[in-house]
């Protein structure tokens, strides 16, 4: 009896240091997914695949870092496809949402697939330019809203409009018109 | 995220969503008004960051009280005080009155002569109290004084020349480029170790030493720099074009 108890203590000592040295090495991780992605029914993160702004990218060297919230740094050759993308690799502007496909050899990230964020499609009879844009502002009609983080809304922002940052969209229901066929004229940081 | 959001808005059942896609950068350019708000003059001046604030209110009225670090120029002078502005186009210049009024055509006056990132302080003197700003009174700037920093990480052209002319011990120079590169010539004192090899490198690297780095453009030294800032060593890089020659004598292209 004794014996058994003693044994059921070295399981239980073992399954605990199992689960904490398992625990630490996930939280040791760096994010794979940028945060300002991992939205509801934005993107999913797959394994092999880091999903972020572009930091720098070098054609010499044949490496590219991509920013998750973490650094990555990802080496490729000429086997290394791009998506939406008909320039030099170089030419890729920084900050650019990519999507990196890659393997690991010898500890080390290897891209087979470079994704560029293609341009949101949009419907062109919703889409108003600058003249409008001024005329709306001018007439003082409808709500404006600046969706981009609160940082760059204090930085600058068309006067009058009200911020609701994407991100934070379900928080800020209540800032929208009570009347559902009042205009409201969303912009940005411009096309992504 | 302007489609994302004119979206989500629509399934809740609005009718009459409007995107403006060209964003902020194109009314910036077509030089409309631009607010700015209490709170992001404030994060300038906690975290020194270099900007032009001017007070636009008449001089008596002004220095009763005004925020620090301004300088007063009062809107019926500011047509003719072109020449005291920054060379520097993109400059921050924040401008503020008492209700933004005054400070509305004064944006319209410096946004024509060209500074791009010219706005109001939404809400003006008060505003900016309610904020928890601090007001001075009478301790206005003389005159305007823009020193733009180098971007994080980067070290000055004349740091850099300083260094390279007389490298102190406690510095170490890291040349990133492909050794084929270097045989045109290196830094005298410099360490080559390609880009591509550094993370298996790192044993090669002192870490009780500040790291300066460069490559050719600028561009590999920052990827380096990331790397070597993730490693926690204390590190700078040169970005910009520099062009060595056998002897060591190299010449620094800026962009």
């Not at chain 1, 992605?37 to 797959?46: E, R």
């Not at chain 1, 920084?94 to 690991?104: R, S, W």
Request: charged share 25%; net charge positive.
């Amino acid at each position: 009896m004794k014996r058994k108890r003693s044994l059921l203590l070295i399981v239980m000592v073992f399954c605990l240091t199992f689960a904490f040295l398992v625990s630490n090495s996930i939280s040791q991780q760096k994010p794979i997914i940028a945060k300002s992605c991992s939205l509801p029914g934005c993107h999913t993160a797959k394994p092999n695949e880091l999903y972020g702004n572009l930091k720098t990218v070098s054609a010499k060297a044949e490496m590219i870092q991509i920013d998750t919230g973490a650094l990555w740094t990802v080496k490729f050759d000429e086997n290394t496809k791009l998506k939406n993308w008909n320039q030099p690799i170089n030419k890729i502007p920084k900050e650019k949402e990519i999507t990196i496909t890659y393997v690991e050899k010898n500890g080390e990230l290897y891209a087979t697939l470079i994704n560029v964020k293609p341009p949101v499609v949009v419907d062109p009879a919703k889409v108003i330019k600058v003249s409008e844009m001024k005329k709306i502002f001018d007439d003082k009609k409808g709500l404006i809203i600046d969706c981009r983080p609160p940082g760059r809304y204090h930085e600058g922002h068309i006067p009058g409009s009200i911020n609701i940052w994407y991100a934070e969209f379900d928080k800020h229901i209540d800032k929208l018109p009570q009347d559902k066929n009042e205009l409201i004229v969303y912009y940005c940081q411009g096309p992504t | 995220m302007t489609p994302s959001s004119a979206r989500r808005a629509e399934a809740l059942g609005y009718t009459n969503v409007k995107q403006f896609v060209d964003g902020i950068p194109e009314w910036k350019k077509q030089g409309y008004p631009v607010a700015s708000t209490p709170k992001y003059l404030k994060d300038l001046i906690e975290k020194d960051i270099p900007h032009v604030l001017i007070d636009v209110r008449p001089a008596e009225k002004a220095k009763q009280e005004h925020i620090p670090g301004a300088v007063n120029i009062p809107l019926a002078d500011l047509e003719k005080a072109k020449n005291l502005f920054p060379k520097q186009k993109n400059a921050p210049i924040l401008i503020y009155c008492d209700l933004d009024k005054l400070s509305q055509q004064a944006f319209d006056i410096v946004r024509k002569w060209g500074y791009i990132n010219t706005s109001y302080v939404v809400g003006g003197l008060n505003a900016w109290k309610q904020t928890g700003g601090q007001v001075v009174s009478d301790q206005f700037k003389k005159q305007i004084v823009y020193v733009p920093k180098p971007k994080p990480g980067t070290i000055g052209e004349e740091e850099f020349k300083k260094i390279v002319g007389k490298p102190p011990k406690n510095v170490f120079i890291l040349d990133v480029r492909d050794p084929e590169e270097t045989q045109m010539g290196m830094l005298k004192g410099a360490k080559n170790i390609p880009v591509n090899e550094l993370k298996d490198r790192l044993g090669e690297i002192p870490k009780d030493k500040e790291i300066i780095i460069h490559c050719a453009t600028g561009m590999r030294a920052e990827m380096a720099y990331n790397i070597l800032k993730e490693a926690g060593y204390n590190t700078k890089f040169l970005d910009a074009n520099i062009q060595i020659r056998k002897d060591g004598k190299y010449k620094i292209i800026k962009e």
